[in-house]
């Protein structure tokens, strides 16, 4: 079934099983999206993401349709992360949180690597880095996502992969 013969299941009839199918089709990104954001904190992820299909499935027949339903659960998932930090003030502990990285093995140092040049990033320069480029979101979707104007999100990406680059070099990366 394609997303909005799922969301009209859910929506109408109220059918659970098309919103687990939703869930599973979207858990991985949006945790992925969590997880670049918190710079590895699993659990804090998790739980963003559980408010995330929370929120949506309470608020999924005010899906209009007007662009993708994943473009509509990340403008969510945006939404929930940006009312923690401005509750829990998140981002004034980034550089605390680099070195939590998930209990995966694949690479340690490299993830530490990646996760501490994300915590130079400012916070907007990270969410439009992980968008694009961990994501794979064009611009005019970050536009819809962030409420961002797309000329603003091409400086956040500029700036944001010209500092990851550096210290990414500087860490003996590209050699």
Same mark, same amino acid.
């Given at each position: 079934? &394609? /997303?909005?013969?799922?969301? @009209? $299941?859910?929506?109408?009839?109220?059918?659970?099983?098309? !919103?687990? $199918?939703?869930?599973? #089709?979207?858990?991985?990104?949006?945790?992925? !999206?969590? +997880?670049?954001?918190?710079?590895?904190?699993?659990?804090?992820?998790? *739980?963003?993401?559980? /408010?995330?299909?929370?929120?949506?499935?309470?608020?999924?027949?005010?899906?209009? =349709?007007?662009?993708? !339903?994943?473009?509509?659960? !990340?403008?969510?998932?945006?939404?929930?992360?940006? /009312?923690?930090?401005?509750? %829990? %003030?998140?981002?004034?502990?980034?550089?605390?949180?680099?070195?939590? @990285?998930?209990?995966?093995?694949? *690479?340690?140092?490299?993830?530490?690597?990646?996760? &501490?040049? +994300?915590?130079?990033?400012?916070?907007?320069?990270?969410?439009?880095?992980? +968008? $694009?480029?961990?994501? =794979?979101?064009?611009?005019?979707?970050? &536009? #819809?996502? @962030? =409420?961002?104007?797309?000329?603003?999100?091409?400086? %956040? +990406? %500029?700036?944001?992969?010209?500092?990851?680059?550096?210290?990414?070099?500087?860490? =003996?990366?590209?050699?």
């Amino acid at each position: 079934m &394609s /997303d909005i013969s799922l969301v @009209t $299941q859910v929506a109408i009839f109220g059918n659970k099983k098309a !919103f687990d $199918q939703l869930v599973r #089709k979207y858990q991985s990104p949006v945790r992925r !999206f969590f +997880l670049n954001q918190t710079l590895g904190d699993v659990q804090l992820s998790d *739980d963003l993401a559980q /408010d995330t299909f929370i929120k949506a499935y309470t608020n999924i027949a005010k899906f209009r =349709g007007l662009s993708s !339903f994943q473009t509509w659960l !990340f403008r969510i998932a945006y939404n929930v992360f940006y /009312d923690y930090t401005r509750t %829990h %003030h998140a981002t004034d502990d980034v550089d605390d949180m680099a070195y939590k @990285t998930a209990g995966e093995r694949v *690479d340690t140092n490299l993830k530490v690597d990646v996760y &501490s040049a +994300l915590s130079l990033l400012k916070k907007d320069e990270r969410l439009c880095i992980t +968008l $694009q480029l961990i994501d =794979g979101y064009p611009i005019e979707d970050i &536009s #819809k996502i @962030t =409420g961002m104007p797309a000329g603003t999100i091409k400086s %956040h +990406l %500029h700036r944001g992969k010209e500092k990851m680059a550096n210290y990414l070099k500087q860490n =003996g990366y590209g050699r």
